[in-house]
């Protein structure tokens, strides 16, 4: 086995070699190959669940490529779940490659999973595990890889070694002692002996920390290096695992004793397979409990075969040239000399993250942040996603979901990124479907975003990122089916039935419509018209009409039947037409509010829904016939709010706004309705309630009242005939409705109502004119300028373009 130093003891673990290591070091990482060349055991026992040496073959597959966890998760009950990251760098990846390389056995000795995932109340609970509460599904703790605590406290081994050797960064200590060591023939043991001596008063120091989970974790470990004792012999072991737990296994103590420790553990059936990791979950401001500062910083290190920094100065030029930052040669070669000066001058073996980030800021982002940040982001910390082979074990539905990813060329990506649809095309509208699909299920892989440049329905939007903890949300949704089409309509059909309110159910359908699950329409649609009969919560109705409208426009664009969703949504708006009235009576100012979002949210669904029932053939235009003139008869429901007053004020000035906007009120009419709100017998703040209505925020309101001064000159006569103490009152109310107006309003608005809009205080402005503004078109100026218009169209006097192909006819 080579020159292995025995301490004498007589422990269990005299005879073994112990190679305590930094989780995720690359110069653990590189030192551990370097003892197991000179040590040639006969068996490579690391940290980790036993129950997946099975797994541990797979390493050697052309199609593994790190980083990459070990998942473990409760038969049943996916949720509750446990990870086991590893990178290229990270020490015990390096101890898996080099045994299979040469031909070793490799084994886990740590606790095993089922005692792991047996529950927080279990001594064996590893901090790794998440329970299922509130479906927050499986987030990495640290396995047993992060610091132990005292009391409660945390302790960092790292940060106390580094406190002792006068440095404030625990980061820089480790760079310097472990990632910056010479080259040369040395000793391959001796980093594992200093850090097991250092671990060795710590824990003198700390004792185990106050940790129960430990104890219990290094008595199973002690018991596993004894049985491959027998096996192989004492010269033929080598241990990888946490430098914390190396003067534990060289303790002395019995069988029966660590057997003892074992007895009762909860235990649980698990699974367990590869998944694929990122270097951003590595990362300690991930939520990982061991986690590093920077994985992608530690990535280049151990790939890096020379000249470090050079290459890693030259990999920041590169990014930001691909931002259109001028990065030259130049740049790199001064930024490197830079960072060899202030290594020089920080007393450092050589430049580290802290210099080469100096060094960039200095040079290569001209002292700015801003660039600095994305250099943090893409390359310290870094976007990579590992890959496991097709051959990993794994539920059916992630394999239909591979198989889809695959088909549909969407690669899952650590890097988030916008992709457009066009749903016209028949690749992007099945991304868009498996996209949805898993949004039913909820496996987040995408959100939906607004389209840049297009409104329309036959685009979509989507902002994707892959995040190793989805590999748990779909395991968790395999339970509903084995494909992903049969478990998104099981799990619809399933929410539709467990929906508590209306609301919830028309936005499922929008969501089903959306996915494309036919299958589960039926169900929901069946849960919607039950739930719509039975709500007689008009505000409910209100609410529920937009989605079950909005849904009716996917039938066209995917070709989906909706004419059972159009009778239900033509019975819906029938009910909030016969309800809307009485409902927006007697309303405090919240209520109203809320109720006239509710008008504006109606309003804009009953046009649509008129517009999609209207004539032709099919399900829908039947419905339509069925339910006669929606549009026509819900103009009627605004002109009985507009008039009746009970109705809340705001309310009220919404619907005249309403009905002006459709041309169902004529200008005077408006006015004259106006001028009635703001009579001197209308309570001003419902007077001021009813002007926020008529031409608040997000209704075109301030322009309405430039280009129409009659309006403007009811508002400035009713505003300036308050009285002191009700101007007061009413001025927090106008100024949240006027401050939402564009700058350019309400400078016009400040100018007109400085130069006054006619005779102040009366109803029409004393008939003022604002010239070039009039009731009706001006036929004479607008004959004047017709020669201008055919000479830029090249129209002759009759009204006629010449092409090279046919004489075309234009409208004069």
Known sequence: MGAVPSDGRGSAAGRVLLLGVRHHGPGSARAVRGALEEARPRVVLIEGPPEADALIPLAADEDMRPPVAL????????????????AEFSPEWVAIRWALEQGVPARFIDLPATHTLAGDKGVGADERVEQDQGGDGGREGDG????????????????????????????????????????????????????????????????????????????YMRLQVRAAQREFGDGGVAVVCGAWHVPALRRRTTVAADRALLKGLPKVKADLTW????????????????????????????????RPVERWLTKVAGLLREED??????????????????????????????????????????????????????????????????????????????????????????????????LRKETDAERSRLLHRLRLLHVGWGEPTASRGSTGTFRETWRLRWEPELSVRVAEAGVWGTTVLAAATAKAEADAVGARGLAEVTALAERCLLAGVPDALPTVMRVLADRAALDTDVGHLAQALPALVRS??????????????????????????????????????????????????????????????????????????????????????????SLRDAVAGV????????????????????????????????????????????????SGGGLLLVHDERLLGLVDGWLTGL??????????????????????????????????????????????????????PDAGRADAVLPVVRLLLGLDTAGQVRDDNDLLEVDG
Do not use: N
């Open 144 to 219: 047993g890889k992060g610091e132990p605590s005292v009391d409660g406290l945390r302790v960092d081994p790292l940060a106390a070694l580094a406190d002792a050797a006068g440095y404030d960064d625990p980061e820089r200590w480790w760079e310097d002692v472990v990632e910056h060591r010479g080259g040369g023939r040395r000793d391959p043991f001796a980093p594992f002996a200093a850090l097991e001596e250092a671990m060795e008063v710590l824990r003198e120091t700390y004792g185990d920390a106050g940790s129960d989970r430990d104890s219990v974790r290094e008595a």
């Open 275 to 306: 998944v694929p990791w990122t270097y951003r979950r590595l990362a300690r401001a991930g939520g990982y409990g061991a986690g590093i500062e920077s994985p992608g910083w530690y990535g280049h290190l151990f790939a890096a075969p020379d």
């Open 552 to 641: 009716l426009r996917y039938g066209d664009v995917r070709g989906t039947d909706t004419g059972a969703l159009a009778d239900v949504a033509a019975g819906l708006a029938e009910r909030v037409f016969v309800g809307l009235p009485p409902a927006c009576a007697a309303l405090d100012a919240d209520a109203a509010d809320e109720m006239r979002g509710h008008v504006e949210a109606v309003h804009g669904a009953v046009a649509l829904l008129a517009e999609a029932l209207g004539p032709g053939e099919g399900p829908q235009h039947t419905s339509a016939r069925r339910h006669g003139d929606l549009r026509g008869r819900w103009r009627g429901v605004l002109r009985v709010l």
């Open 651 to 698: 309310i009220r000035g919404r619907a005249v706004r309403l009905l002006l906007d459709e041309g169902e009120l004529k200008g005077d009419e408006a006015a004259r309705l106006m001028g009635l709100a703001l009579s001197p017998g209308t309570p001003p703040g419902e007077a001021a309630a009813w002007i926020e209505g008529f031409v608040g925020s997000g």
């Open 723 to 776: 009285s002191a103490e009700a101007f007061t009152d009413v001025l927090p109310l106008l100024r949240r409705t006027f401050s939402a107006y564009e700058a350019g309003v309400r400078r016009t608005l400040g100018e007109l109502v400085r130069r006054g809009p006619g005779e102040r205080g009366s109803a029409v402005g004393a008939g003022f004119v604002r010239p070039g503004f009039a009731a009706e």
């Open 71 to 86: 998942l473990a998760h409760a038969v049943g009950e996916p949720g509750r779940s446990a990870f086991w990251p590893m």
């Open 325 to 422: 930052r001028i990065v030259s040669p130049a740049h790199v070669i001064e930024a490197v000399r830079l960072a060899e000066t202030l290594a020089a001058l920080r007393g450092r073996p050589l430049p580290g993250l802290s210099e080469t980030t100096d060094a960039a800021r200095a040079v290569l982002c001209e002292g700015s942040d801003v660039p600095l940040a994305l250099v943090h982001d893409r390359l310290v910390v870094g976007d990579v996603l590992g890959e496991v082979p097709p051959s990993a074990p794994a539920v059916p539905l992630q394999r239909d979901l591979d198989r889809l990813q695959r088909r549909l060329r969407l690669k899952p990506e650590a890097r988030e990124r916008e992709m457009e649809f066009d």
